[in-house]
C-alpha cells in the first residue's frame, strides 16, 4: 500500500517530462519541415529572377517581360502572382496587381532592395487578400529591382495541418510581432489575428494567459510551457525557425487532458486503488 502511493507521483513527473520531450522533438521535426519550404520558395523565386536577367539582357520589351511573368506563373505551383518593381513603381506583372503602392514601403521589401532574400509576414495587399511575398533581388537589373512573387496565406498552413499531434494537437506560427500566420484555424490566417495586440487593446484578462505566452514566444527563443485559452489548458513548445530571418516562431500545442501525462495518471490511481482494496482485503 505504501508502494503504490510512491510510484504514482514519481512516474507522472517522469512522464510529464518525456511528454515535453516529445513535444520538442516533434516541433524541431516541423521546423525543419517548413524551414525545407522557405527554402524552396526562396529557391524558386530566385530561379524566376534569374531567367528574367537572362530576358533582360536580350533587350526585352515590357511586354515580353509581362509574357515572361505569365509564363512562369502558370508553370508554378507555389505563387498566385508575380511582379517586377523599382523602389517607386511597379514595371511589370503577372496574375492580379495590387492597386496602391503601399507594399513598397514595408521592410520586406526594403530588406530585399539591399540584396536580402526575404519571406514577409502576412499582408492584405489588395489584389488576392492576405498573402505572402517573396522578395528576392534581380542581380542582372544592378539592384534597384526586385521580384515580388505572392504566396496565399493559407500556405504554410496547409504544410502543417496534414499532421496533428495526440487526438487534437496542431501545429502554428507566429511571425515577429505574434501575430498568426499559420494555423489549424484558417480565419486567424486570414483576419492576422493576434492575442498579445488583442490584449493591450481591451486588457481581457481571459487572454492574459496567452497574451504572456505569446510575449514569451517572440522574445525566449525555445521553450516548452503551459498556457490557458478559453478555458482549456494546453501544453505547448516553440522554438524559432531556422530558415526565417525575420524572426517567425513555430509551435506546437495540445490540450493537457489528452496527453499522456493524464492517461498515465489515471491509471496510476486506480491502479493504486485496487492494490489499496486488495492489500485490505488480505
Not at 4 to 33: G, H, K, Q, Y
Request: net charge negative.
Amino acid at each position: 500500500m505504501f508502494s503504490a502511493s510512491i510510484v504514482v507521483p514519481f512516474t507522472v513527473i517522469e512522464t510529464s517530462t518525456a511528454v515535453e520531450n516529445d513535444l520538442v522533438l516533434v516541433n524541431d521535426v516541423a521546423d525543419r519541415l517548413v524551414s525545407r519550404d522557405i527554402e524552396l520558395l526562396k529557391m524558386e523565386a530566385q530561379s524566376i529572377a534569374c531567367h528574367l536577367g537572362e530576358v533582360s539582357l536580350g533587350g526585352a520589351t515590357l511586354d515580353d517581360l509581362e509574357a515572361f511573368l505569365t509564363q512562369r506563373l502558370s508553370d508554378t505551383d507555389y505563387f498566385i502572382g508575380l511582379e517586377i518593381v523599382a523602389r517607386d513603381r511597379r514595371i511589370a506583372s503577372a496574375g492580379q496587381e495590387d492597386p496602391s503602392h503601399e507594399f513598397l514601403d514595408n521592410k520586406y521589401v526594403q530588406r530585399a532592395f539591399e540584396g536580402e532574400q526575404v519571406i514577409s509576414t502576412t499582408i492584405d495587399d489588395g489584389t488576392d487578400g492576405v498573402v505572402f511575398h517573396v522578395c528576392v533581388p534581380i542581380e542582372a537589373f544592378g539592384g534597384d529591382k526586385i521580384l515580388l512573387a505572392r504566396v496565399a496565406a493559407q500556405h504554410f498552413s496547409d504544410v502543417l495541418n496534414e499532421f496533428t499531434v495526440w487526438q487534437s494537437g496542431y501545429f502554428f506560427i507566429l511571425d515577429e510581432e505574434g501575430t498568426i500566420i499559420a494555423s489549424k484555424d484558417g480565419n486567424e490566417v486570414l483576419t492576422r489575428k493576434n492575442y498579445l495586440e488583442q490584449y493591450v487593446q481591451t486588457k481581457d484578462e481571459d487572454l492574459q494567459s496567452i497574451a504572456d505566452f505569446t510575449q514569451d514566444m517572440i522574445t525566449g527563443g525555445k521553450g516548452v510551457g503551459k498556457l490557458s485559452l478559453e478555458g482549456e489548458e494546453l501544453i505547448c513548445a516553440y522554438r524559432p525557425i531556422t530558415a526565417s530571418k525575420v524572426g517567425w516562431i513555430i509551435g506546437v500545442d495540445s490540450p493537457v487532458d489528452e496527453t499522456p501525462v493524464i492517461t498515465a495518471r489515471n491509471g496510476l490511481l486506480i491502479l493504486a486503488g485496487i492494490i489499496i482494496v486488495v492489500g485490505s482485503l488480505i
